[in-house]
C-alpha cells in the first residue's frame, strides 16, 4: 500500500506497548525498510532527512542485533541511504 511513514508509527508504537516482544528483531528491521522506502518515495527536499532516519534505524538494529538474519538486508539499506546521502550533500 506504500505507507511507509503510517508503517513506522505503527511498528514503533508496537516496541512502545509490547518492548519484550519475540518479534522486536523483526519489528526494527522493518522499520528500517519502512524508513527507506519512506525516504526514496519522498520530494527531494525531505530525503536527507529520511535518509538520516534510516540510518539512524540501522544503528538501533545492529545494536541489538548484530548477528541477525536480516543484517545483510538492512546493511544493504544501511548503505544505499548513505550513497543518496552523499549525493543529496555533494549537490547541495
Known amino acids: 500500500m506504500e505507507k511507509y511513514r503510517s508503517a513506522v508509527i505503527l511498528f514503533n508504537t508496537t ?11 523483526e519489528v526494527l528491521y522493518l522499520i528500517i525498510r519502512s524508513n527507506f522506502l519512506f525516504a526514496s518515495n519522498s520530494i527531494e527536499t525531505k530525503k536527507e532527512e529520511r535518509y538520516d532516519n534510516t540510518i539512524k534505524s540501522y544503528y538501533t538494529f545492529v545494536d541489538q542485533f548484530d548477528s541477525s538474519k536480516f543484517l545483510k538486508s538492512a546493511e544493504s539499506y544501511f548503505k544505499s541511504s548513505q550513497k543518496e546521502l552523499d549525493k543529496i550533500r555533494n549537490v547541495n
Do not use: A
Open 15 to 25: 516496541l512502545e506497548e509490547f518492548p519484550d516482544t519475540d518479534f522486536k528483531e
